[in-house]
């Protein structure tokens, strides 16, 4: 079973990598920022002087002819959701492809989970819903998830964005926890079905680039293909001109986005899958602390 030993080797290694981030920076941030869903009823006691009267349950106080109190406990655990692009233009990559770094951010999210006792699902998704595995807790859950996001062979090359989040809101009976990861090159039409999904659950999306998707350099004339629908073209990169008119796409583009995310008041992360996401998540962490506080 030589293919099998090297996925395991694949997840050990993710597992290793991603520990001392989930350890260091991610652990603490993340149990504070993504709390459970409130207080569940615990038990009834007898008052005593200085409780909080408006905890008394007058239903049993009036059987007990004693005043009781209810008390409750802060119920921690979430559900995870990790909706998680394998369409053909995620395999692009110019030091290394942007799933690779999308399944390393997916894990030191899950390990995070993991870490709070937190049920986590996945869903891999092109222009359909290809694989999902309801949530639940545990260590070999986890890296059950992380195989699969390592050797999962997508069958379709598209993406779907508003199909993958219409399935979500069909499966995910109470609120949760939603990242999404992609390049998001999918149809807008996303926002719409985004919007109704914003409204009960809490969704964090994560733009995962290439340095090449944000600039293309002087290398003379090459060709370029989609990944997605094959299409190819030849370009001559020493045109200036055609340069600065591609990154001017490629930030509007962004901008779009991230306008668009604004008014959905779903958080935006930019990533480069050439570049560390350490700091663009403890940025994240720190505004949404912030934003607790306030």
């Known amino acids: ?8 080797k694949k997840v050990k290694k993710i597992e290793i990598k991603t520990k001392h981030l989930v350890d260091g ?26 409780d909080d009267i408006r905890a ?66 996945l869903c891999l998704f092109t222009d359909s819903v290809e694989r999902f595995i309801p949530p639940r807790k545990g260590r070999k859950h986890v890296l059950l998830l992380i195989r699969e996001m390592i050797n999962y062979n997508a069958q379709n090359k598209s993406t779907d964005l508003a199909n993958a989040l219409r ?21 807008e039409g996303f926002l719409k079905t985004a919007r109704v999904l914003r409204n009960r659950h809490d969704i964090i999306a994560i733009n ?3 340095i090449r998707e944000w600039e293309i350099p002087d290398v003379g004339c090459i060709e370029l293909e989609d990944e997605e629908t094959g299409e190819q073209m030849l370009v001559d990169t020493s045109d200036e ?47 949404r602390e912030r934003r607790m506080v306030r």
Request: net charge neutral; proline share 3%.
């Open 1 to 8: 079973m030589p293919q099998t030993k090297e996925i395991i």
């Open 25 to 50: 920076l991610l652990q603490g941030a993340y149990h504070s920022v993504f709390r459970g869903r409130g207080i569940e009823f615990s038990e009834v006691r007898e008052y005593v002087p200085g």
């Open 56 to 121: 008394i349950d007058w239903n049993v106080t009036a059987r007990m002819n004693h005043p009781f109190i209810k008390e409750f406990i802060e119920e921690r655990d979430l559900t995870v959701y990790i909706l998680f692009d394998i369409s053909a233009s995620n395999e692009f990559g110019s030091m290394k492809s942007k799933k690779e770094s999308a399944i390393e951010l997916s894990a030191s999210l899950m390990f995070a989970a993991l870490r709070n006792n937190d049920r986590i699902g």
């Open 167 to 187: 399935f979500l809101s069909k499966v995910a009976k109470k609120r949760s926890v939603v990242f999404i990861i992609s390049d998001f090159f999918t149809d």
């Open 208 to 210: 995962m680039n290439d």
């Open 241 to 287: 001109e055609f340069r600065k008119c591609y990154s001017g796409l490629i930030d509007e583009r962004n901008s779009r986005l991230s306008d668009a995310m604004k008014r959905l008041k779903i958080d935006l992360i930019q990533l480069k899958s050439d570049e560390p996401f350490e700091i663009p998540l403890k940025k994240f962490f720190a505004m």
